[in-house]
């Protein structure tokens, strides 16, 4: 009784049907009027966003989590009598460094076993420019640390060749007086590994594989050589030529976008402030003039943050210790800066202080880093941004595309004729859409895609086919089918949406068609973002006002704009901009993206062929709709 | 009156006490002290020491106990394996892990890091809280986290781990071998420290006030590259028939050291070792002996003061001279002292590796799953059957149909002619580990590898440890075989030569693997609620409406001026 | 009326025995005497026959050596003043000693000068590592213990114990870290102690305890006989001392170490009180303020000798001819 009273109630206060309709109309009218302007006001609030983040008021100052580091609270014990063992070193290495790998392996593994270690050689297998199979050769050293349990260990390596391009003569000379320091002492918890590897990225790569039996069976040398615990953290030393050096430049970018402990770069720059007292840096920027003016300290923040964007956008590993990152070894690589002569040189003294230092501390530590943060930007050494801060405007990204697909799903096509016949124009689109040829296009790009991916990896040759005498060729050819399996693609797909059907139909495909890619590239921007957020955040601010703006229209002119926009933004194009900007050949860009792909296990590849080119292809049929 | 019937009190106190007399007078036991000193391959010096303590048992079915009184041997040992039933027990603290490859086999067997114990014990329907109960009494005894050595670290091995030694009264005696049963446990992670060291010295007779124990220098040992120290006891038989048997006790402590570290020489003496020179032998004991395995060439080295014994070498398959001092007969304390006629050492670059050795590592990476995978090392012309023994706790879910043995660069050899007998045990989840124990036939001149792959649980949130993002340890696996003396048992063979104890033609050879660290997924402890919270929130809010959205569908309503027209028809039909 | 002879006899009897047993209560009065005499000779006011301590370092990782110092030092201290290993239950959440980053392999120091190791050679930790826990901890105190627990993990104390207790760790307002993984709150303290009165197993007991805002952690207790002194107040953090650069980890608590300044001076002879152990308290030395709960304690504090809780003075006198009783 008191229900239906109350109910009675409420109904008599609310307006009338059709008044409510009539709002309700209103309401969604103004929506769909107002919404893809918003959207795009949303996604300009991202990008500023984004902008803002080098500014000193949305970062906040680095510092160490983990109370276990201790960092530069031990003294250290690196003297001249080291200084002169590297030195000796640094002549020894000099002799062997042009010989043969085999010969300079053998030269490490002596030099590691005369200082007490357990050395050893090994040989391993893995692809070389060409994609063919080749050989390469690591020469390592395992100190077991005489008091622990050997279930941790801590490793610190130097490759051959440096970053510059010139042989790794200080670096090597360095690792191995650190080794000797090492051995002399009994106060490791942890056993230490001492690598030298081949071939940077390969031999290490392949070191690595074999440590974690990854790839047993493949090679004799790899599977019975020596190993101690799991890995917890590594120090890559590149120090080129046999100079002095002015400031130190840190690389910490993994594969796929993946990012050390930030404590692990914390204690380093704590050591190298406090301890080694060296000027430092992140990547190769300017350590020693600091910005006197905010303009100035923001841009060189900005330049920081678009470093690391770019690197792990493409997913590339900054420096091979980016390499130990998906094994769960926090991992970086301290890079020396050669001196200019302007400012106070440092050299082996301090670059073992440094060393030292680091793993006396790395050696406190009980568990994993896990205090810190693994997803940061820096935007200098000692300044970082969290994930909290630099999320959102992915989501906004996300955000826009979604509104907009929203709004097309819902809005009608025959407006004006509806409106002609009752007097009321139509709240939402009750017509049936053709989901079928939709998905239908979806399904032929993705396939043409799966294609294309199957085409573009190294590992496919054409059944032997073709024979090229050099893989320039090869991967020339190769694009050239994948531009045309994509043509071919898109012809189909323009051909499925527009058969058979009516005017009115072909427009209502378009909207749902459009609708739906949006949608799709929205989840994709927003799940890519979870794992590399870099590559979501470069993807968000390239295709989110391209892909807004894509529409059909009768005028050739502007189809063809639309067209150019989309080819642009297609990866073969992209690519060829990439490669011009960092002034080199396309092919050179493809060897890359491959090579990273069939040896680092970076997934950008099949991204690109398979999740982001289909939208690009299904656009096309928006346009030609 | 009472004091009248005391001198028939007396004398009659006086005839009990004879029998009690005659008992003490006819239980012998025996204390024998030894040291081995030997250098290794690499530099290092190993230092074994061994403190052998026999006591008659009489018959080993007696009801009150066997032994009613100590008088070399330890009581409280004693009284723990009478009131555990045990019958043979084998406790071993390790700190470092003993490297194969460059040290050979070492004298005590059990060389796997941490702390190991395995005991037979009386099968009866107490055995399980006897075995609890043991673990807390040694414990307590020790100063060690014994206790956690519960049913998920207990294991039953079948084919490893048997009674060891010929002279072992197992060996002889059927109903011991029926009436008993073997448990096993080890704790990786456990440390050693002095509070270990102090009552495990306290069992000996003279402690470390006289004898070889005074050379154990906390501050010293606990600095070495490795440092065992074990006690382990068993009954033997006197004579051939076994009809009568001593329980033994041996308490030996191994210690790898390193002259080398300090002054880049292998030069050594007992002061640069152990700070601390031998001062007298141990008055108690029938037997106190320095032994020291010489290197082969005579100019190489000069020891100092000079032996009392020299045993040539025309014993059983060792080339080098043996040293021997007999403490008994020295009136001085004695420091003795190598110095080897060479500058700085330098390291080999290839040494001849033993016989048979094992190497065992984790594969994969992630937090989902992994693998391990046991490299055996067989350096021989021959095939060699060894016992493959390894225990895996409950929270690494291993397949059995992952389990793969094969010969490394030989494709050819097929599995099943290398595994002969496979047991394997399941876990049981918080309950009890996984057990794999093989049969393997390797080879000659091959590695074998024995490769698994397991799925990481992610435990309750309570059930990890304060450091859970170190991660839990899983034990060493070990592979038991039989070798005949060679050039990498030697000391085990010498000191068997010096003690006139077991010498047997093949001996039983352990080897442990190293010990890992499985790294489990871990729970953001900080956060249990937020996450929960927000979680539900997210679906609450937005699920819904997306939901709804999606899937509306539209139906037509009627107007309500056609709704009010119906009901005044309504109420005019029904006033009339 | 005359009495028949056998009543008369009998009522002599009685008479004469009243008269004895009226003329020897002097003699028999001594018995009762006597009783207060020896508890007064062994007791020497306070009541206690025997002393227990239990040190519990709370804290696991090796940047907490100063807290295993901490209870190190102390145990060095009860040891030194007369205190056996079978009455002191140590507890340390971790191994530094024999831990491979200590540089000093099987020492603990609690000073950068290394003059004084606390190791040694005779130590005896009862629990150690992941058995620090809350629950072990309790179980203790209350002796609820499990059957197969051995007896030197066991607090044998009866009603005439004197107990040190003595914690250190990271704390809290009103909390105690068990190794980073578990709290024990002031309640649960108050309720062992609460526990252990009703089973009378202390007679007194000191509980000290060296945490950031240590002063809170006794707050709650409401059983007599228990004297409280912590290292900070509410607010407030405890400092280190100082560190030992070649260890690379700081070496002793600030509290801990002006307590032992004072009782490094105490031997067991020493007839110093807690009032003079409490009052050589310097707020600015130590940097934080040490706090004193006596409100529950019933003898006053410059009658309370240091080694009434921290040694086992067990009381001699010599007479000059045996002692007869009477």
Redesign the interface.
Known sequence: MLLLRLKEKFARRRK???QRLEQRRKLIGLLRHYIPSISILLYFVGVIWLLLLPYNGYNKETYVSE??L?PA???VYYSQNDVNIANEFRDRILEVVDKSRESRAEFIF?EL??A?F?AAIQHYTTKDESFNEAEGVNAFGIY?????????ALLLSAPWVSRTGEYNVNGIASVLSLAKLF???????KDIIILITDESVRGMQAWLNAY???D??SN?SS??M??S??IQAAINMDFPGTREYESLAIYFEGANGQLPNLDLINTVITVAKYTAQVPFTLHDNDAINRPQTPVESYLASLKHLTDTIRFQALGHPSSDAGLAL???IDAITIHGITATGMHQPFDFHRMGILVESTF?SL??L???L?QSFFFYFLTNAERYVSIGMYMPPVILFACCLVLQS?VLWYSPARDDNLKQETGASLA?S?SKKNLGACFSVLVTTHAAGLLIFYIVRPAFDFGGAIVAPNTEQVTIVKLSVSCGIAATAILMAVSLISSKQSEVQVMENWRVLKSLCLALTALIVASISLINFSLGAVMGLIVVIPYSLIQPTAKMPLRLLQAVMLTVLSPVVTLYLVATLSRSHVVNAVTVLLTDYEVVDVWLLAFMCTAYWPVNMALYTVIFA | MPWKKLPSCILLLLALAYPVQSKLSSQKDSFQEDLLISPLK?GKLLAHFQFTTLVDAGGLDEKDGRYAHYGLFPKSIGQIIDHHRVQELHLTFT???W?Y??WGYPVAQSAG??VELWAWMKLDDSIESNWRSLTNTLSGLFCASLNFIDGTLTSQPELSFRPEGAKNSYNHDERMREGAEVRYGIL??ENVCTENLTPWIKLLPCKSKAGIATLLNAHKL?????HSMAIHIRPVCQDANCTSQSLELVQTVTSVL?P??ESGRRDWSFSSLFGREIQSACPVSDRSAVTVLLPSEQHEYQLTPSYDTIIERTAAQVERPIAVYNLSQHTEPLNLQMTWNEGEF??P?QTSKPRVYA?K??????HERG?V?V?I?NNMNESQDISYFDSVPWFLKLYLHTLEV?V??KDHIDQNDIVQDLYYQPAVDRSRPQVLEMKLRLPPDS?T?V?IEFDKVFLKYTEHRP?????F?VGPAVITTLLPAGDDNLASTVLELVTNRDTPTRQNIKVYT????A?LP?PDFSMPYNVITLTCTVIALFFGSIFN?LIRG?SV?E???DEKKHENKDEISNSS | MRLPSLLRRLFLFLFSLAFLAFLTPAANADGPKDAEVVQEFFSNGSGHTNNWAVLVCTS????NYRHIANTLSMYRTVKRLGIPDSNIILMLGDDVA??????F?ATVFNNAARLLDLYGENVEVDYRGYEVTVENFIRMLTGRVSADTPRSKRLLSDDRSNILVYMTGHGGNEFLKFQDAEEISAFDLADAFRQMWEKRRYNEMLFMIDTCQANTMYSKIMSPNILATGSSELGESSYSHH?D?????AVIDSYTYYNLEFLENIDMSSTKTLKDLFDSYDAEKIKSTPGIRSDLFRRPLDQVRVTDFFGSVQRVELTPTRFITT
């Open positions: 009338p049907l059709k109370n276990a201790l609270q031990v003294n002596k076993r005369q007490g357990h077991h640390a005489p008091r622990s349990d050997g279930t941790e051995k002399r002492n009994t106060y490791w918890s974690h039996g990854v047993f069976g004799y599977d019975i020596p190993r615990g799991a998906r094994y769960k006396r050696n406190n009980l568990e994993h896990h929203l939402y009750t | 690499d700190q470092g892990r490297q490859e460059d890091t941490g990786p992670h606990y600095d070495t590259n490795y390193d080398v570290r330098s390291y670059l190497h590592y984790m594969t994969g990476y992630g693998g995978t490299n090392f094969s490394l660069g590695v590898a490769s450091d859970a993002n170190r991660g340890d190293e010990i890992l660290l790294s871990t959205l539209f309503t107007d309500e001026v | 696991r990782f090796w940047f024999c831990n491979p980053r200590n540089k392999p560190p650069w070649d260890i690379g980890v």
